[in-house]
């Protein structure tokens, strides 16, 4: 049986990570409550942040316990598929950094409540901005800090509200520092996250080795490619058991690219992190991010691959079972995460936390920067100063943790996963954000009332094609086609991800409609010439592309 707690020589090693991350960002705190702070400073770090820390803080903000315990138990019930998520949204970032990242810039966009002001109405601003924030506290910071804890207690034997408790106020310590603290502490997270995560990766595929009688990680490897040879399949087949979850070609040309290009260019939890640079350092650290995306399947989907061999080997029995007695995908990680030896563990248990918390901390500074910019200084005090401004934003990130401490036990987290969680909550208004960004950017005439059909009209498509057409339609027409998939229950419905592409296209032809009947004159400043990369950023996204083919090619 694997040992559950931790030992001194693993606290010892966490105990070195927490006073490096929170010692930094507390000297920066109070360094910047000497100094005239102002509020691009706080929310932006405007003209602070290197190439390397917006990369850092990109990937330290992304991935969180949904991806180490999610993403993980998903390599172990469907394999390398799972690693889509993560190859896609690194050619996503190529397409981020060259097409959307110049237009926020240009048109001096810092929110994105903003952009949807500038480019539309204030009621379209304002009404996303009430999404958002829900989204963000309701469903993001919940999800985190709920998985986070349940890992954190799992491992470490600790109390679950207490580690949701200090998880919060370690966040809480960094964020209130603002953005600069957030981005060079993510600089710190990243490195014991990949160190952690590849301690836990060497040790899974050495397992492999030892329990076949050999040893080395090639071995190892090769051992899973041969005994899990069903895992390392990365399109699915109509007749798949997972084919409702990945869709066939959909995860190439399909909805996969609405859920990347919304999360990684319309999302102010991720790009802010580049909006307060120039447009060359925002591009470097965005190919930087995209490059650490490639490795992550390598830390957060391997292990679970690793764990599902051993467990066909007889190994974990016990310990992959739930309470019912169910196997539950979600154990993989922190059973991999107990069996490694001591010190190592307490790396790789600070590796869980710099992810949870690098997570917490990025979404509470997003929800501050919302909150206070777009609705406190438009519609609450618009003649406060930047101090009061800061200030607010500092209060509103503790408030944002209080609530999401309160509601987390209740949301169903730990019954739908949290990596479905977020997904599924987030879908219901990715697609049609998504078009009104997209319309907003390359059609001049797009305009008020088709962006405000695209975000209220596409939530409530969404919830329509989620909940009430499998009940009004019998779907079975579209399962040749695999745009149906039969349930548990005998009644088809549509693969998520395929959801997202038809809400999308409707919402699209909508706007067209309306933009063609009354063409807006609000179009954002664009010439051909932003568009333009140097020699150095287009070889860096040329490998990029190259390998995405490369890996698809060989794991197809």
Excluded at 165 to 181: C, R, S
Excluded at 424 to 452: Q, R
Aim: one cysteine or more.
């Amino acid at each position: 049986m694997p040992n559950k707690q931790l030992e001194a020589l693993d606290y010892i090693v966490f105990l070195v990570y927490f006073l490096i991350v929170a010692g930094y960002g507390y000297y920066i705190y109070k360094k910047k409550q000497s100094a005239n702070i102002s509020t691009t400073d706080f929310f932006l770090a405007e003209g602070s942040l290197t190439w390397w820390a917006i990369g850092s803080s990109l990937i330290a903000s992304n991935i969180s316990a949904e991806q180490f315990i999610g993403a993980s138990g998903d390599g172990f019930a469907m394999g390398l598929a799972i690693a889509t998520y993560e190859w896609m949204a690194a050619a996503t970032l190529i397409v981020v950094a060259v097409f959307f990242m110049p237009i926020y810039l240009k048109n001096r966009i810092f929110t994105m409540p903003q952009f949807l002001t500038q480019r539309y109405n204030n009621t379209v601003s304002m009404i996303m901005a009430i999404f958002w924030l829900f989204l963000y506290v309701l469903v993001n910071l919940t999800s985190i800090l709920f998985l986070g804890a349940l890992a954190v207690s799992t491992i470490s034997g600790l109390n679950f509200t207490a580690c949701m408790i200090g998880l919060a106020v370690f966040a809480v310590i960094i964020t209130i520092g603002g953005m600069k603290v957030i981005g060079f502490t993510d600089v710190i997270q990243v490195f014991f996250l990949i160190m952690g995560g590849l301690a836990t990766t060497y040790l899974a595929i050495n397992l492999v080795s030892t329990e076949n009688g050999t040893e080395g990680l090639l071995q190892g490897f090769d051992l899973m490619l041969t005994q899990s040879a069903d895992h390392f399949h990365m399109i699915f087949p109509k007749d798949h058991p997972h084919y409702a979850s990945l869709p066939g070609l959909t995860v190439l040309i399909g909805g996969m690219w609405i859920v990347n290009l919304n999360y990684w260019g319309c999302n102010q939890y991720i790009t802010q992190r580049a909006l307060g640079a120039d447009l060359k350092t925002a591009r470097e650290g965005i190919l930087f991010a995209a490059f650490l995306k490639l490795l992550m399947p390598i830390i957060v989907v391997l292990p679970g691959i690793a764990a599902y061999t051993l467990y066909q080997k007889g190994l974990f029995q016990q310990e992959m079972l739930d309470a019912t007695g169910e196997v539950n995908k979600d154990h993989a990680y922190p059973v991999l995460l107990n069996l490694l030896p001591t010190g190592l563990k307490g790396l790789s248990f600070a590796a869980l936390t710099a992810a949870v918390v690098a997570s917490l901390a990025g979404k509470a500074n997003s929800i501050s920067t919302i909150f206070t910019l777009d609705i406190y200084k438009k519609y609450i005090a618009p003649e406060a100063s930047e101090k009061q401004l800061v200030g607010i934003g500092r209060v509103t990130i503790w408030v944002a943790m209080v609530i999401a401490i309160l509601v987390s036990p209740y949301m169903g987290i730990d019954k739908k996963g949290g990596f479905q969680f977020i997904q599924e909550m987030t879908g219901l208004v990715s697609p049609g954000v998504f078009a009104a960004f997209i319309l907003g950017f390359f059609w001049k005439k797009t305009n008020s009332a088709g962006a405000l059909f695209a975000i209220v009209g596409g939530f409530l498509l969404s919830l329509f094609f989620k909940y009430s057409l499998p009940n009004l339609v019998n779907l079975e027409f579209l399962a040749p086609l695999g745009f149906a998939v039969k349930g548990a229950d005998g009644v088809y419905t549509i693969p998520f991800l395929d959801t997202m592409g038809f809400v999308f296209l409707i919402c699209v032809a909508v706007m067209i409609l309306l933009g063609l009947q009354k063409p807006s004159n609000k179009g954002l400043e664009i010439d051909s010439k932003m568009f333009k990369v140097n020699s150095t950023f287009a070889v860096g996204a040329t490998i990029i592309m190259l390998l995405v083919v490369i890996l698809y090619a060989i794991f197809w």
